[in-house]
Structures are given as C-alpha cells and as structure tokens.
C-alpha cells in the first residue's frame, strides 16, 4: 500500500453537483480501488440528489427514506474503506453525513410512527380508537416540527458545502494511498469482514437475546448487505443473492426494532395523558411488544436461510 500525500480543498471552492446529475457507472473491466471508492460515492450522492425534492415536500414519505438510507449506505462504505481515504475529509464528511441522516431520522422516524399507531388502531373498537386523537396530534406535531428542520438543513450552507465535497470526491477520491491496485481482492475481504462480524454477534446472542442485541444484530446485517450490495457489479449474481438474504434478516429486524421503539414511545408519550388515552395507549403498547416477540421468534429462522454457506462462497 503507497502512501501518497493529499491536499484537502476548502468545501467553498467546490461547485455543487446539479439535481440531475447522471448516475455514474462502474466498468467491471478491473476497476481499481480509485475507481470503486468513486463509484461508491457518486451513487449514493446521486440518490440523495435524486429524492431531494420529494423529501422537501414530504407528500410521499419514501423520499426522506431514500435520502436517509443513501446517507447511511454512504457512511458504512467510507467505513468500510476508511483505510484507503484521508482522514481529515472522512471525518469530516463522517460527521456531515451523520448530522443529515440524524435530521432525515426525525422525520422517518416519526411517519413510521404514525403509520404503526394506525396500524394498531385498526385492532382496537372505535371508542378505544378515538382516545388516540392525542397521540395522534402529538406525533403529527413532532413530526411538523422535524420537518421544519429538514427543510432548514436542505437549505442551509452546510448541506450544499457536504453535496459539493461528495462530487468533488467522486471524481477524485481523497485517497492516502496508491488507487491503482485491482479493487475486485479489497471488495470481497471487505464483504467478508462485515458477514464474519455479523456472524460473531449472532453467535453471542444466547437463548433469549434482549432488545438491544438484537438491535446491535439488525446493524451488523446491514453492513453486510451494503458491503455485499456494493460488490455486485464485481460479482454478480453471487453477490446479490447474499445481500438479499442480508436484507430479509435485517428485515425482520427491522420490524422487531421498530415495534419496540414505537412502544417505548406510546409509553412515554401517554403518561400525563387523561386516563381514557393512557388506557388506549396501553393496549397499543401491548399489541407493539406482542409484534416485537414474534419479529424476534421469526429471526432464527430467517437467519437459518441467511446462514447457508453457499450463500458466501463468493467470498
């Protein structure tokens, strides 16, 4: 690995990529590690800049989806390549990026909320239903307020100073090191290492795992997905199929966290709440923890499925 030197640019010197910048292309014709850290930047940037609209006006909520995940894909990948990148621009960039997945948070966090306490009332007889309206109106609140800021931070200097920096990088990555190297050996250790460390969390999660091991388990499968996700145009097939698998388990996970925190939620929400709302709220709260257990009884099977080692033989 050769070292060479890196002369980082003021953010205010870049010129900001336009809305519709073309999604960039990776050849499969032995692409280096220049190339592929590239690559990795421009397609996640391009997807925050494609659903950038539709997560300003926040009628579909799959925008600020789409936008938050692309901001976290793209931090999981500098991680993962971390070594190879300046690190005065990773951790800066690691902090920008962190700061606008956190602001998108608020928002997707709080529509999921309101789609999971529909979900719920839809269980409940409509009187029980109609003691909801507060929480309803808090969450509606809450999520007015996130949006507000969403919509601050799309505007603010800071957004436009990190898109700038991520399409500088994009055509020249801030490497400390020689690119040239063939990137197909780094992408495969590198899918390799986020699975071994799935692996070893779920091997430690004992018969009956609590809620935060589990969580811990979700972040685990999704930098494996990610890492393999983006080693599917070096490998293919093989690839995407262990992705896959990575996605369903971090699927089920993902139920099985988001009914937890939706519980915690209606709780905290509901305790000086008139008695009629808190007693609604409780049977919300319980229909959530009953949706928590059996996302995590349906784990182990789906990580049987995730587990076949034929799965990895890419590796």
């Known amino acids: 690995m050769t070292v060479r030197s890196v002369q980082s640019q003021p953010a205010a010197t870049f010129a900001p990529p336009a809305a519709g910048v073309a999604k960039p292309q990776l050849s499969t014709d032995a692409p280096t590690i220049d190339d592929f850290i590239g690559w990795l930047i421009g397609a996640e940037l391009h997807s925050i800049v494609s659903h950038e609209q539709v997560a300003r006006v926040g009628v579909d909520p799959d925008g600020v989806h789409q936008v938050r995940a692309a901001s976290r894909r793209l931090r999981c990948h500098l991680r993962h390549y971390n070594a190879f990148i300046d690190p005065d621009w990773y951790q800066v960039t690691m902090v920008e990026l962190r700061w606008l997945a956190t602001t998108l948070g608020a928002v997707r966090d709080l529509e999921v909320m309101r789609d999971v306490l529909s979900a719920c009332a839809a269980s409940l007889l409509a009187n029980d239903v109609q003691h909801l309206e507060p929480l309803f109106a808090i969450a509606t609140s809450e999520r007015n307020t996130a949006r507000e800021a969403l919509r601050a931070g799309f505007d603010s200097e800071r957004y436009t100073e990190l898109l700038a920096s991520l399409a500088s990088a994009a055509k ?144």
């Open 172 to 315: 020249k990555p801030p490497l400390i090191v020689d690119g040239s190297s063939p990137a197909v050996p780094y992408a495969r250790e590198t899918a390799q290492r986020s699975r071994n460390a799935l692996d070893k969390a779920i091997n430690r999660l004992g018969p009956t795992p609590t809620d935060a091991a589990l969580h811990f388990v979700r972040l685990r499968a999704k930098r494996a997905r990610f890492a393999s996700e983006a080693a599917i145009p070096l490998f293919g097939t093989p690839a995407r199929k262990h992705a896959k698998a990575m996605a369903n388990l971090q699927a089920v996970l993902g139920t099985q966290h988001d009914a937890v925190v939706a519980h915690h939620w209606v709780r905290d929400r509901a305790l000086h709440e008139a008695p009629a709302v808190s007693f609604s709220a409780g049977m919300v709260a319980g229909i959530l923890r009953q949706a928590s257990q059996q996302a995590a009884r349906e784990f182990p099977e789906v990580w049987r499925k995730a587990s076949r080692p034929k799965l990895r033989a890419w590796m």
